[in-house]
């Protein structure tokens, strides 16, 4: 599936207006001849979507109903005529839509999860930067892909030098898996200097541009975390396999290191487009996503080891991964709520793993969990979440006002 010579890619774009979404549009617009876009879908941005659907031409578009479907019909008015699709099912009909060989899933949060299930079990190609559908629910994505012949193609940087790393190699080959992290804007502060850092702070990524949640997640280095869930269900690697260099200079994302000792790594210009036109393109490479990336003009390239005392969501996304069952899916969950409240000043910048061991330690998994025991336990542990927000606000009530 999936090859330019046959045709062109349809190309479905679930998140469009989003970071992800924004750039994978960019990624199809230099490619006309090789990507059609058949889909797209938006949480909040109509009049976005409307600008991108009048671009584009998708053959169907979807979005909630209410203010975002008001928003979208009043900005796109008569220059585009295809289906809209409202509603709980509106997100696996477009990810399901016919033509399409390919969904592009930059969904922010749980709700990429039904709609990566339903494009595996379509038979189609998952290029995937939704980290919450491998984390929350990775054994039930993998059994799906292998149950209908779909693909998974990780688009995280990270997962996509790992996935460029190892093609072609025998799995036996194959000792560890290293993932890259920039360490955030925080990675020099001690703990006294961690307890005072505003939102401000945390939303300055120093390499790579994404949204609010994400650059947080990197600041605290739980989005590290969650890539080691991924990596273990993309890859099939128990956790002991798995490390984290820290590499500021985000050049290096990801290394294997092979039995004899030999390490291969994948190098490129920090630029999401390289990843998302590969996801596309694989098995072929197509001209350049990104500029050449000439090492002799960079500075120095550093590698450490992290700190996990200081950033202790490292560790307690280890700890939820072997755990198993519906442990990583509460630490995602419980994870989205304390952002929130750090981001509108409610609690501290240690409130977030401090909240999350929490919640996790009152958190019984359940083994093999389904869709719903999964999509259950996301639900009991926002209110958990919440409650420790509660009880963190009213002991720090420094930004509480
Ligand atoms: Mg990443």
Not at 108 to 120: E, I, K
């Amino acid at each position: 599936m999936a090859k330019a010579r046959r045709g062109r890619i349809g190309l479905v774009v679930l998140g469009s207006t989003g970071t992800i979404g924004r750039l994978t549009l960019e990624v199809a617009k230099r490619h006309p001849e090789r990507i059609r876009v058949v889909g797209l879908s938006a949480h909040r941005q109509g009049s976005r979507l409307a600008r991108q659907a009048t671009e584009h031409h998708p053959e169907v578009v979807a979005l909630p109903d209410g203010e975002p479907l008001r928003g979208f019909r009043s900005a796109v008015g008569a220059r585009w005529g295809g289906e809209i699709l409202t509603g709980p099912d509106a997100l696996t009909r477009a990810a399901t839509w016919p033509g399409a060989a390919v969904v592009v899933n930059g969904i922010v949060g749980a709700a990429g999860l039904s709609p990566s299930l339903a494009t595996l079990a379509a038979g189609r190609r998952l290029a995937l930067a939704n980290k919450e559908s491998l984390v929350m629910a990775g054994e039930l994505l993998i059994a799906t892909r292998d149950a209908h012949g779909g693909e998974l193609i990780p688009v995280d940087s990270e997962h996509s030098a790992i996935h460029q790393c190892l093609a072609g190699r025998a799995p036996g080959e194959l000792e560890r898996i290293i993932l890259t992290a920039s360490g955030g804007p925080f990675r020099t502060l001690d703990a006294e200097a961690l307890s005072k850092v505003t939102p401000e702070e945390a939303l300055a990524h120093p390499t790579w541009n994404m949204g609010p949640r994400i650059t947080v997640d990197s600041a605290t280095m739980l989005n590290k975390g969650m890539e080691l869930i991924e990596a273990h269900w993309l890859f099939g690697l128990p956790m002991e396999r798995l490390a984290v260099w820290i590499h500021p200079e985000s050049i290096v994302h990801g290394l294997i290191e092979m039995r004899d000792g030999s390490l291969l790594a994948q190098l490129s210009c920090p630029d999401m487009r390289l990843p998302i036109q590969l996801a596309i393109s694989h098995p072929e490479r197509w001209e350049p996503a990104v500029p050449r990336c000439d090492l002799t003009s960079l500075d120095p390239l550093t590698f450490h080891a992290p700190d996990v005392e200081r950033f202790p969501c490292l560790s307690l996304a280890r700890q939820a991964a072997r755990a198993g069952g519906t442990a990583p899916a509460v630490l995602n969950a419980a994870d989205e709520v304390l952002v929130a409240a750090f981001l509108a000043g409610r609690i501290s910048f240690p409130d977030i793993p401090m909240g999350l061991t929490d919640v996790l330690s009152d958190h019984t998994p359940t083994a093999d969990p389904t869709l719903e025991e999964i999509l259950a336990a996301d639900a009991t542990a926002r209110p958990a979440a919440e409650q420790y927000v509660r009880r963190a606000g009213s002991r720090h009530p420094r930004r509480s006002g």
